[in-house]
């Protein structure tokens, strides 16, 4: 009977010691019990970090997720309730380590943005800004009142793995003859592509024929390459329509021209040049104007 009361005293003593130490240590207890979505008994929710904003409004991020590690060019994807949108979009910024604005994107809605409910939204990010190491991205609502009280946004951190910076540059081709290629000139016509780098430009035709009026350069003439356009020769203007393009150059083309090889082979580099692009399949070259009796040999 005695050792019926003693174990009962022990169990008794135990629950007094034990009850409060789970109180205490609860949540480290908590921590290794998983926990499933009790519809689907599934953890897909768990991919989605849900926070709030500045003024408190819940909102979901897919991707990026904070302190994400991205590539210069990467999507973004999540979830926020349909007032946050006007007409279906809203603002998004990039921002450098050091608080410069690098560029403004726009996330657009996936479906009816006309809701309290939440929804989805997604964006497109291509950084060739010199982005590089930490960032962060700025959500803002669209406030097309303009008032402070409408304002809110929330901020998500990245950081870009590799240095990511604009190529400034393009590469277009020049048409010279070529000594080495045809050494007797046996076609006046014939000329041959070198490539140069230039500043990117959207009056590509007129940067193309700057380049050859500048003439061969020493390492092209070691391979053989010449230019037969005379010295001093300037562009009055161009013009492309319809598939024709109109380039009028100043006198100095039509001095100092002897032979019709060296006629044909000055036509040749000009009319190549232009016709590298898709716009020409057609090029009528004049002289101040006049192109009915230019470049006579």
Known sequence: MKRKYIILFVIAILLLISIPLVYIFRDQILEFIPIFDKQNNTQD?????????????????????????????????????????????????????????????????????????????TASIDCTEKCDGNAKLIFSKDNPSGEAANDDSFEIPIFFKTLCEIDSTMNLLVYFGNTVKDPNAENCTKVYAVSRKVVKTEAVGRAALLELLKGTTSAEEDKGYISSIPSGVTINSLKISKGIAYVDFNEKLGEGIGGSCLVDRIRAEITQTLKQFSTVSKVIISINGESEAILQP
């Open 45 to 121: 929710e768990d991919k989605k970090v849900v926070t709030r904003s500045a003024k408190g409004v819940e909102y979901k991020m897919v991707t990026p997720l904070p302190n994400a590690e991205v590539d210069c060019s990467f999507d973004i994807e999540g979830e926020i309730p349909g007032g946050w949108f006007f007409e279906g979009v809203f603002p998004i910024k990039l921002v450098s380590g050091t608080g410069a604005e690098i560029l403004t994107a726009q996330a657009k809605a996936v479906g009816d943005a006309n809701t309290d409910d939440f929804v989805k939204f």
